[in-house]
């Protein structure tokens, strides 16, 4: 399993970034997938899941309605559009493949990319 995030960086408050994850090494499109999050200081998190075919996607609250998940199957890429950032949202991200019923801390995930909003 490798998963690569790439897309983090240093956004002002207000603003928007996309996250990308490209995945090798196993069947992309048989597996549910995630977006977790590690701010400073504090435990993994759960962000977001899109189950095998993009159907079902859920979404912590913190992030409901700012944040969306999406797949292409084709390309074996997972992506994270995240808008309306705020300092809060500071956290390396991971993307990770997951199980059908959701995101657990013990799922395989990428090296992590980094997301830093501040003014």
């Known amino acids: 399993v490798q998963l690569v995030e790439s897309g983090g960086g240093l956004v002002q408050p207000g603003g928007s970034l996309r996250l990308s994850c490209e995945a090798s090494?196993?069947?992309?499109?048989?597996?549910?997938m995630s977006w977790a999050r590690q701010p400073p200081g504090k435990e993994l998190e759960r962000v977001a899941f899109?189950?095998?075919?993009?159907?079902?996607?859920t979404s912590a609250e913190a992030v409901k309605g700012r944040f969306i998940i999406t797949r292409d199957n084709s390309k074996k890429i997972l992506y994270l559009h995240m808008n309306r950032l705020k300092p809060e949202d500071t956290a390396v991200y991971y993307c990770?493949?997951?199980?059908?019923?959701?995101?657990?801390?013990?799922?395989?995930r990428g090296q992590g990319t980094q997301v830093t909003v501040s003014s």
């Open positions: 090494g196993f069947p992309f499109e048989n597996f549910a």
């Open positions: 990770a493949r997951s199980g059908d019923l959701g995101w657990t801390p013990a799922d395989p």
């Open positions: 899109i189950s095998r075919g993009g159907a079902t996607r």
